[in-house]
Nanobody, 124 residues
């Protein structure tokens, strides 16, 4: 059974840092591009960052560019999101998502695997 487990969320102050992790099992992790997606209360889900199977392609949403870093360790079947200079508007539930087709344009219909989400709260 495929499983994607996210962790690392928490509560931090404005300007703080957190690192999220998402570990997969039950499917061929290396074949999937991985994305971090967030959803704030009352808002639609938005893609934050995407990394290709090898890590050679990375895309960030403009709102996090320069503050967040996505990376992956295929041996550990884990994708990471290092977040720094956090702002209150970064408060959301963060999910990881796996898809075999991906790119600069986000297509949620292409996602085959979703993690369960981890909450990030940034207070001012």
């Amino acid at each position: 059974e495929a499983q994607v487990v996210a962790s690392g969320g928490g509560s931090v102050s404005d300007g703080g840092s957190l690192t999220l992790s998402c570990t997969a099992s039950g499917f061929t992790f290396d074949n999937y591009g991985l994305s971090w997606v967030r959803q704030a209360p009352g808002k639609e889900r938005e893609r934050v960052a995407t990394i290709s199977t090898s890590g050679s392609f990375i895309h960030y949403d403009n709102s996090v560019k320069g503050r967040f870093t996505i990376s992956r360790d295929n041996a550990k079947k884990t994708v990471y999101l290092q977040m720094s200079e956090l702002k209150p508007e970064d408060t959301a539930m963060y999910y990881c998502a796996g898809a075999t087709t991906y790119g600069s344009i986000w297509n949620p219909a292409a996602v085959e695997y979703w993690g369960q989400g981890t909450q990030v709260t940034v207070s001012s």
